[in-house]
């Protein structure tokens, strides 16, 4: 066994060591900058027990923390939520980590330690395998610097040879988190549709099993990869709260179970309950990777520590700030032309928008969503010259040239579908389903992202793009693979990892490209897609005040940086809500600025005033995009709707009152994350206040104009003596 003296100590490197491990009990100490996660490697059992999740510890005390035991019999199971990756075999009887069908049909594992590997100083392996079977799985356990977060996944290996057969991987869980006992759990997550994402939803979590997922083949509008925990006692910011997220694009499955016995822990998965994965002899299969951290500054604290962890670790380009877009969608839908779209440039460029992106409805055959999807080259009758013209006009305006894109679908009234009928999702014999009458192009055969690429990188050199809006505009059905079989539904797992190929590829290629994740809006993100695109489309409903509750539950996990808001036409074209422009766009000041009506209609007051409100935005996009968020008033809470931004010397707060009632003035809002001892100038009315008064007493409420659809924002400064 590969051992860490128990002691603090540094890598070769220098670096501070975040993973120790005392070698008498097997006990290895995962440190991040506020907590500790203790886990104890039990070789006479064969598994590792999980000891502490929670505030710091030092070694030696893990060392010596007592592991957790119910009272023994036969109707229990004496290690059901204590150990770090429950197997399926032997007096177990929660939910398992992993299951597997061998060759001859059977299933029960029988687990052995064989090694635990430290690499470098943040990362251990702990080596499992099965006593008899040609079965090994590797716990990776890793600790990125200078945040709260532990990353884990699991990677299996088929050992054996040809003649002991093929191993049916029937789960396969990312990890196993297990948390400490407390009376009373509460589970947060958010929920919704298309155009209704991100509901934020509290409940207490029940004895039993509760299970969150997609088996649409991608993340989801309905919910997302992501559950927050506490003791029913935790609050905006105060109290434990422990967070568990998964790095998966396509489909997945959260499970948060409960045990009579006061055992509580959750399993991150990849896949869904019917996705099953085939290792071939000397095969390997490594899961998606599973987040999580643990913070006593309540929900807040756990959003603020995994926005930086996202930018610190996982985006690819969290520094740059993303520019003001134009989107042609809302103003002319299918109906695009080059002189249509040069005349909405011309405008988008007047009020100060830096990126143009030419939506839906460019490309051959696109006449309206019958047809047209994979033939993408420009289509004869609106673009005759090409994109060309159009990309050096928006070039020649200042802005760069966005494109939209759908690489994974296709109608079948199309060259590419006549070409390639069997590149589709489709279960042989069976009828392949459409929905907004398109098809899926299976991903997961490299064949296909050979050509999605091909046509991608030919786009982007003729076309002069700089930014990518990929779109995805439904789910899977039929998700089999062409020959069947008992793994056929493995698309829902490996299509994802073909879009991953694609993008890193792409990326690597042209790395001054950007590039939007769209689903129909919010239906895919998570942290495996925010690692290989710049911001993703929040959702298709860009109604102001809708956003509002669809941003906060965004803000849950995502940070405002990579969040895109639009200002669209009034009334609205989803919900017919009519609201003023200083609304809207307050509405979407509050994360990545973009425009989508129809400029060509606006009036010249409405073209000054939102040229007013973008230079505004540009002022303190640095405090939104890269700043810490304070939700200081959630939607629904009351009258009013309240979000800060604090980064450096400045701050920004941004609030909305929805519609008017009568009743008691409100009262100030007390600000967060500011320095106690500075003065803080109101940059607008020139008015000073002390930090410690600005989170104490609160900031006087801005004035709001009368009426419903009220919105204020205040620009905050650190005074300078």
Known sequence: MTTTPARPASSSTGAPRRVEMDEDSGTVLLRTARSAYVFRVDRAGGTVRHVHWGAPVPLADAAALPLWSDHDNSFAGRW???????????????????????A????????????VVLLEHDHVVVLLRDRTRPLAWHLHYRVPPDGDVVERWTEFVHTGTPEDGDVLLVSYASAHWPLPQRPDWRISSVHGGWSAEGSLQRAQLPVGETVLGSRRGHTGHHANPWVALDPADAGEEHGEVWLVALAASGSWHITA??????????????GHEAAELRLAPGGRHRTAVSLALYTRGGFGGASRAFHRHLRAHVLPHPQELRPVLYNSWEATSFEVSEENQIALARRAASVGAELFVLDDGWFRGRDDDRSGLGDW?????????GLRPLADEVHRLGMAFGLWVEPEMVNADSDLYRAHPDWVLHAPGRTATELRRQLVLDFSRPEVTDWALGQLRRLVTENTVDFLKWDFNRSFTEAGTRAGGPDARRAHVDHARGLYRVLDQLRAEFPDLRIEACAGGGGRVDPGILGRTDQVWTSDNTDAVDRLRIQHGFSGLYPAGVMSAWVTDSPNPLTGRAVPLRFRFHSAMAGVLGLGGDLTRWTEAELAEAADLIGVYKDIRPVVQRGEQYRLLAPGSGPLTAVQYADGDRAVVLVWRPSTAFGPA?????????????????????REWSGATLMGFGLPLPALPPGDWASALVRLRRVVS
């Open 80 to 102: 059901d939520g204590t150990e770090e990756y429950p197997a399926d075999g032997g007096a177990r009887f929660g939910v398992p980590a992993f299951e597997v069908r061998l």
């Open 104 to 115: 001859d049909g059977s299933s029960p594992v029988e687990a052995t330690v064989q090694d």
């Open 257 to 270: 179970q409960r045990t009579a016995a006061g055992r509580t822990g959750v399993l991150a998965n990849e």
């Open 377 to 385: 080259t420009p289509h004869p009758g609106r673009f005759p010259r």
């Open 666 to 686: 409100e009262p100030p809002l007390r600000l967060r994350g500011l320095d106690a001892a500075a003065r803080y100038r109101d940059e607008d009315t020139g």
